[in-house]
């Protein structure tokens, strides 16, 4: 499906002379599936529309059953892989067409257990197909579970299972995948999680919220151990599974990324001499999801490396191997013999039962030595080590923190201007003195003053908890860059009245049209939109907010101006912005900032997910790639890169400035 500004192009491209040929459309993905036949269509849009009538009968009639009606997803799973797939065309074989019709089944029966009041499926055990709701965006989402016979009595361990790339995994697809049969390893009573991951994106952005709703939903229900959770993948689910271990890394007992890719630069041969330069601001970007920098972090999480010994993706081993040994850490690798991109049988089942070894062990609920790095405060905390401030966003900040025999906190660090130690308010509670980057306090008594930790003026001292206060900061929740606005739930604001600029005016409602694809296509959800009019109080309180528009077109966009927080004005002749003008004719501005109308939310200026269309083709660059603000020439048409020619971008400072 062509974005409108690309229809645009190609269509005027089609008016010249006949020997020159229009671009190539940008990737589809899901692509296009093969051609129903009357007959099948008819019936699948026919069983579709029934399904749904029947679930919003349910969903009133179950108004007052609060247990039955969050049950509601795990029938809306069904209709939704079957009504997607009808409206995309993205049906690929007669098997997946008669699945469909089996879906139909399978959903009308579970609407009938529920009108029932009744759910057998939570105590089934074998193959399990469920869904929740996504508080990002209100979309409906599937996961799969194995439920083993062999469960203890006791809370359960549970391994998290990513899954590799699939171009072709709708949600239609992952149901067939996850009825079948169970993912390539599988620990024994251990219950496994597949999440969908929002399609086709290594956990990123709203992928790795799918993975973190998931896995709240099956804690909640089978009330799983928490000391006793893994993480695993192969291929494009290794890449993830790297990712989440390095960010995440005070939740796993084990890890078993299995090849994948470790970072973007190398993975995407993006600096090589051919590859068009990349910003340094996307550079620095590429920190966010890198292991690579942070592989310290695995200094408390067990990790199990596999690869085959002839597979290309063998590469992220290596790599990370390297970095963990300049951290002083020693990978534990398994790698199989002759093997190209697929787990080698005896190498597996070696790995596997090291695997189990380490889930029945567990992890330590209070470890005495925390190693921990970032790169950005959207990954803040590992165990009982929480960092609240930085020095700087972007350069690596480090808390190297250990409990000693009498009770007392060693703590380095590096590039933090507040932490926050959970053993200050433990229990027993940890009151000893506090030795911090080269000072000495004596711990107050525990409460939460106590656990916080502030440096000013280069010397550490005790504070309150940060809040966002009148003077805003960088702090977990509130870092930038743009693309964080949407790891949390979001509202797209549509403009209703008359833009400044006609051209302005013509390539916000473009961007907005490719926002909203982008997130259906890739993210599987139905982007929120609502009209600048609409914007409810409650909104404000509970969203980020996606402003699309400019002063005179967006009112909401114009009453944040006014409140003179954001450092930008905006006249129909010119934009300002950090002392620099722009011609307002033909320029926009993207940003992203605290909401004044609410700064403990963001709003953004005139942006989507910001990968576009090149990101589409290779996981690994599914990377931030604009930072905090930028200024858009709308002279150079939006491509699959960058919405127009970005003369200038760059990032706030930790107070917003």
């Not at 790169?375 to 609240?388: G, K, N, P």
């Not at 006609?502 to 259906?520: I, K, M, P, Q, S």
């Not at 009019?533 to 969203?543: C, P, R």
């Amino acid at each position: 499906m062509r974005l409108p500004h690309l229809c645009a192009a190609a269509l005027a491209l089609a008016t010249l002379a006949a020997a020159q040929t229009p671009p190539a459309a940008p990737k589809r993905i899901p692509p296009p599936g093969v051609t129903l036949t009357s007959a099948d269509r008819a019936e699948l849009i026919t069983g579709a529309a029934g399904l749904r009538a029947e679930l919003d009968s349910l969903a009133r009639d179950l108004a007052g059953e609060a247990r039955l009606l969050a049950l509601l997803p795990d029938v809306e799973i069904f209709h939704k892989a079957v009504a997607w797939s009808l409206a995309d065309d993205t049906f690929y074989s007669s098997k997946e067409i008669a699945f469909a019709k089996h879906l139909l089944v399978e959903g009308r029966e579970r609407a009938a257990h529920l009108r029932a009041k009744k759910a057998p499926w939570l105590d089934a055990k074998g193959l399990i197909l469920r869904g929740y709701r996504s508080k990002l965006d209100g979309s409906v989402q599937p996961y799969g579970l194995v439920v083993p016979d062999g469960l203890p009595s006791g809370p359960p361990p549970l391994m998290v299972w990513l899954l590799g790339r699939g171009e072709k995994r709708t949600e239609l697809a992952f149901l067939a995948e996850r009825e079948a049969g169970p993912p390539q390893l599988t620990p024994k009573n251990t219950l496994t999680l597949v999440p969908y991951g929002r399609f086709c994106n290594a956990t990123k952005f709203a992928g790795e919220v799918d993975v973190f709703e998931a896995l709240a939903a099956v804690r909640e229900q089978y009330h799983v151990d928490p000391l006793r959770i893994a993480v695993a993948g192969f291929s494009m689910g290794g890449g993830s599974t790297w990712h989440l271990a390095t960010h995440f890394p005070g939740l796993w007992c084990a890890a078993s990324p299995g090849a994948g890719f470790a970072e973007t630069p190398i993975f995407t041969k993006a600096n090589s001499p051919r590859a068009e330069p990349r910003p340094a601001w996307e550079q620095l970007l590429w920190r966010h999801y890198e292991a690579t920098g942070i592989s310290g972090n695995l200094f408390n999480v067990p990790t199990l490396a596999y690869a085959g010994e002839i597979d290309g993706q063998k590469e992220a081993s290596d790599l990370m191997e390297a970095a963990m040994a300049q951290e002083g850490l020693k990978l534990e690798r398994f790698i199989g013999p002759q093997t190209a991109h697929k787990y080698h049988d005896a190498t597996k089942a070696e790995l596997t039962k090291r695997f189990e070894e380490l889930i029945a062990k567990g992890r330590e609920p209070l470890p005495r030595e925390i190693r921990f790095s970032t790169y950005t405060l959207r990954y803040f905390e590992s165990a009982w080590v929480r960092i609240l401030r930085m020095d700087r966003q972007w350069e690596r900040a480090d808390v190297h923190a250990r409990i000693a025999d009498d009770g007392s906190l060693h703590v380095d660090t590096q590039n933090v201007a507040a932490l926050w130690l959970a053993p200050l308010k433990s229990d027993p509670p940890y009151v000893g003195k506090v030795y911090i980057d080269g000072e000495v306090l004596d711990a107050p008594p525990a409460s939460d003053y106590a656990r916080t930790l502030i440096k000013t003026e280069r010397h550490w001292g005790f504070g309150h908890a940060l809040g966002h206060g009148a003077e805003p900061h960088k702090i977990p929740g509130l870092t930038g860059p743009i693309d964080d606005a949407f790891m949390e739930p979001f509202l797209f604001v549509r403009p209703t009245g008359k833009p400044l600029n006609a051209e302005v005016g013509t390539w916000v409602e473009d961007e907005l049209t490719a926002a909203c694809h982008l997130w259906r296509e890739v993210f599987r959800g139905e982007a929120p939109v609502k009209t600048d009019a609409t914007v409810t109080d409650d909104d404000i309180k509970n969203k980020n907010l996606i402003l699309w528009g400019d002063p005179s077109s967006n009112r909401l966009l114009a009453k944040i101006l006014a409140e003179q927080k954001i450092p930008l004005t905006w006249s129909a002749k010119e934009i300002t912005f950090r002392g620099k003008t722009y011609a307002a004719a033909n320029h926009a501005p993207i940003l992203i900032f605290p909401n004044p109308l609410n700064p403990e939310h963001y709003v953004v200026l005139n942006s989507g997910i910001d990968f576009r269309t090149e990101g589409y083709g290779n996981n690994a660059h599914q990377t931030p790639k604009l930072p905090d603000w930028a200024i858009v020439d709308l002279r150079t048409p939006p491509g699959p890169r960058w919405p127009g020619k970005i003369i200038d971008a760059g990032f706030f400072d930790e107070e917003w400035k």
